[in-house]
C-alpha cells in the first residue's frame, strides 16, 4: 500500500479556507484516494473520494495533480465544529491503515 | 454510524481475563473490520473480512482473535488481556460494490481498560 505523509497539526481561525495536503509518492495505478474526519471518541467519517482533478461535495473538494503524488483536501469557511483529525489514506477502500491523521484545530 | 452497533461501549476487566467485543450492522455490508486507537498513534488494523469464510489479519493481529457468525456479525475476541491492549477500538463496515474503493462505516467505539 502506498505510504502517505501529512502534516501532524494545522491551526486555523473560524471562516478561513483550509487545505491539507498529503503526499503519496507511490501510489500504485487502481489506487484512490480518500479522507476521512474524526471527531474525539467518535469513529472517522468518510469525506471525500478520489481518483484524478478535482472532486467536489457539500463538505470538501479534493484536488489530485496529474501526477497523483499528492492531494489537497480543501475545507471552505471552517467552522469551530471543524476541529478534528482528517486522515488521507491511498490505496484500495479496504485494509487500510489510517496513520495519525492531522489533528485541525479551528479557533475563533 | 447507527447502523454499525459495538458493544459493550465501555469496560474495565483485569489482566489476564478473556474479552469479546461485539459488533453488529444493519448495512447488508459484506465487509467487515476491526482497528485500535491509541493516543497519537492513529487507527491500526487488527483483522478484516470480506465475508463470512474470509477472515484476514491486519497489522497488529497478535493477541486477538475474530469470528464471524454471519454477515451482519463480527467479533473480536482477547483471549487474555493484557494492559497495553487498553485502547479504544472501532468495527467499520464497507460494500464491496462493483470496485474495491467503498468507503468504510464506523461504529462509535469500545473504550477498554485492562488494569
Known amino acids: 500500500l502506498a505510504k502517505t505523509t501529512q502534516p501532524i497539526s494545522m491551526d486555523s481561525y473560524e471562516g478561513q479556507e483550509v487545505n491539507i495536503t498529503c503526499s503519496h509518492n507511490?501510489?500504485?495505478?487502481?489506487?484512490?484516494i480518500t479522507w476521512y474526519q474524526q471527531f474525539p471518541s467518535q469513529g472517522p467519517r468518510f469525506i471525500i473520494q478520489?481518483?484524478?482533478t478535482k472532486v467536489t461535495n457539500e463538505v470538501a473538494s479534493l484536488f489530485i495533480p496529474a501526477d497523483r503524488k499528492s492531494s489537497t483536501l480543501s475545507l471552505p469557511r471552517v467552522s469551530l465544529s471543524d476541529t478534528a483529525v482528517y486522515y488521507c489514506?491511498?490505496?484500495?477502500?479496504?485494509?487500510?491503515?489510517f496513520g495519525k491523521g492531522t489533528s485541525l484545530l479551528v479557533t475563533p | 454510524d447507527a447502523d454499525v452497533t459495538q458493544t459493550p461501549r465501555n469496560r474495565i476487566t483485569k489482566t489476564g481475563k478473556r474479552i469479546m467485543l461485539e459488533c453488529s450492522q444493519t448495512?447488508?455490508?459484506?465487509?467487515m473490520y476491526w482497528y485500535r486507537q491509541d493516543p497519537g498513534l492513529g487507527l491500526r488494523l487488527i483483522y478484516y473480512?470480506?465475508?463470512?469464510?474470509?477472515?484476514n489479519k491486519g497489522e497488529i493481529s497478535d493477541g486477538y482473535s475474530v469470528s464471524r457468525q454471519a454477515q451482519a456479525k463480527f467479533s473480536l475476541s482477547l483471549e487474555s488481556a493484557i494492559p497495553n491492549q487498553t485502547a479504544l477500538y472501532f468495527c467499520?463496515?464497507?460494500?464491496?460494490?462493483?470496485?474495491?474503493?467503498?468507503?468504510?462505516?464506523f461504529g462509535d467505539g469500545t473504550r477498554l481498560s485492562i488494569l
Open positions: 473480512s470480506f465475508d463470512v469464510k474470509d477472515i
Open positions: 467499520a463496515t464497507s460494500d464491496s460494490g462493483t470496485g474495491t474503493n467503498q468507503p468504510q462505516h
Open positions: 448495512k447488508g455490508h459484506d465487509r
Open positions: 478520489g481518483y484524478k
Open positions: 507511490n501510489i500504485a495505478t487502481n489506487d484512490y
Open positions: 489514506l491511498v490505496g484500495p477502500g479496504y485494509a487500510l491503515n
